[in-house]
């Protein structure tokens, strides 16, 4: 059975490139199209599907942009890379939010640009690996895994954005992998090889965080008997990942934004200023817009983090890959708890399915491991799953349903304190997710437990 060839439109006003990149790759077996400006493709396009489009950007009767986002409005499968005589960075940052999979400046070998078509395609088409490993264009994918549309296409954009070495905004929900996505880029950037440095906003005591981001002198207050970098001087030639970044307190937030624009900063307790070669990764599972909306945020400085932003579909939205996480986590798990592999029979997997998963796949792993802690060798079925399954989210009108004594005439903080203390429950102790689910930041759970004494042991 012949295997149908990748099919590629070539973009570019200069006759001589059409033809020499038309004999490349029909070479290389590629079925090719060629089109000498913006209007003729856009004829090429029109009732056409090219697996790729490879296009000059700038162009006598228009940009090779119009042409990219054409082809993505025709076919979002569609790959793009952009080829230009002027290279600049804020160009590579436009051609990346919009779209494409790979910028190169000219001049670019006929060689080195099939090589490159050659490894967005494999991109394109390989599903995500189970487990660590790379692909031989050097993306490396670590743990994410899954196979569905809508993971791959995340993925594809991430090691567009990962090559460009602007700032990214990350917004997901919990538990949907912000952090690996975070550390897959800083993996595949130019920077890899310096240090990706993680501060989690939220985890981190106000009044600490900004001793912690930007460093102290020695005496710059009570405690700080000798001077101690940043994370910021830490991550000094690499990456910065700041977590949960709308956790971070107003006042912190101008000096935040003069770190993105300057790169230099001063110690707590120093007037003289350090400089600083950090890229920054930011991550939220809240709309950093809509804090923006609200006053909670600052518009200047979210604009500023927004130079690339990315987003991991939720669980939900890919549930063909939830038998492949399963099996991945029943393997991990099996090891920690020292037991055999279990089988996954099909009512077992059907039955993952038709939950949501609302804490994406850090809930999945965490399910796969009590299944197997509780369960030890056998195989696992639907009643095993009907057995084992707890859902983690519960609304306060059940709750209140569920203990009617506890809405009319009872104290506020009575009522507060038992909500609290049942949604703590319902998650094991995880804050985050509690705090997601009660619509509130994780600072303000955090000053709630110490509040009305909640002991987090008690959780767990």
Known sequence: MSVKPTSVLIVDDEPGIRTALRANFLRHGWRVETASGVQEAMRSLDGN????????????????????????????????????????VPDAVTAIRDGALDYLVKPVSFEQLHARAAQVMHRAKEPAGEG?????????RGEIIGQSPALLQSLQRAHAAALTGADVLIEAESGAGKELLARLIHRSSPRSSKPLVAVNCAAIPEQLLESELFGHARGAFTGAIAAKPGKFEIANGGTLLLDEIGEMPVHLQPKLLRVLQEREFERLG???????????????????????????????????????????????????????????????????????????????????????????????????????SLNGRCDLDGACFEREFRPTTLSLASHLQEQPS?????????????????????????????????GISLRTLRNKIREYGLPPARFA
Do not use: C
């Open 270 to 372: 120093e007037t003289r200023s350090s400089r600083v070669d950090v890229r920054v990764i930011a991550t939220t599972n809240v709309s950093l817009w809509s804090m923006v909306t609200k006053g909670k945020f600052r518009a200047d400085l979210y604009y500023r983090l927004n130079v690339i932003p990315l987003s991991l579909p939720p669980l939900r939205n890919r549930k063909d890959d939830i038998p492949i996480l399963a099996r991945h986590f029943a393997r991990e798990h099996a090891k920690q708890v020292g037991t055999e592999v279990p089988r996954l029979l099909p009512d077992f997997l059907e039955r993952m399915q038709t939950y949501d998963w609302p804490g994406n796949v850090r809930e999945l792993s965490n399910f796969m491991r009590r299944v197997l």
């Open 49 to 88: 599907q090219f697996d790729l489009v490879i296009t000059d950007v700038r162009m006598p009767d228009g940009s090779g942009m119009e042409v990219m986002r054409s082809a993505r409005q025709t076919s979002p499968e569609t790959a793009v890379i952009l080829l230009t005589a002027y290279g600049a």
């Open 132 to 140: 660590s490993g790379s692909n031989p264009d050097g993306f490396t």
């Open 406 to 438: 506890m809405v009319a005439g009872a104290p506020i903080r009575e009522v507060e304190r038992a909500h609290l203390e049942k949604t703590l429950a319902l998650t094991n102790g995880n804050r985050t997710h509690a705090a997601e689910m009660l």
